[in-house]
């Protein structure tokens, strides 16, 4: 009778657990959660034992409220487990949305930077084949030869005028 009064204490905080599980949904469970596998596999073995009697078999013998605690504890963490995956698994999803957002403001800003250097570049080039251009082919009055003909007009009217002012100042016979 007193196993079986060990075997309730030890599943009522379990079902207490389970109860407050269901009562209380997350708020965004993951997918699939493996489920909690036995390892060893077997069925657990509980003998009752009273005080100065030889053990059945070599292992570790807990008394009833240790065993109580140690069965709490697992339940706990079992729990625990199941609340650090879903929450982890928001906080990844989080900064999942936080990068992908990252990564496309990045890329907005990077293909504005880029058609601004292309746009730039085109100017640029374009400017520096006008300017090549102006250099092989300069307009007419900034050529050599414009130079010289208009030094020679210059220099034949300047001798002109002074011959003409010469004749002028000259006695007539």
């Not at 992908?100 to 374009?126: M, N, Y």
Request: one cysteine or more.
């Amino acid at each position: 009778m007193r196993w079986l009064a060990l075997i309730l204490l030890w599943l009522a905080p379990a079902l207490g657990f389970a109860q407050e599980a269901a009562s209380t949904p997350s708020p965004d469970p993951p997918a699939a959660l493996p489920p909690i596998q036995t390892i060893p596999p077997g069925d657990d073995v509980i003998t009752p034992l009273r005080k100065g009697h030889v053990a059945p078999f070599t292992g570790q013998l807990y008394d009833p409220l240790t065993a109580l605690r140690w069965a709490n504890w697992l339940q706990q963490y079992k729990y625990r487990l199941q609340w650090d995956v879903e929450k982890q698994v928001s906080v990844c999803r989080v900064e999942k949305t936080y990068r992908d957002e990252l990564l496309a403001a990045e890329e907005k800003r990077a293909g504005a930077v880029e058609k601004d250097l292309t746009t730039r570049l085109e100017r640029s080039e374009q400017a520096r084949l006008d300017a090549e251009e102006e250099a092989r082919n300069p307009p007419w009055y900034s050529t050599t030869t414009f130079g010289v003909v208009i030094g020679v007009v210059a220099t034949a009217v300047v001798f002109g005028v002074a011959v003409a002012a010469v004749n002028s100042t000259r006695p007539t016979l």
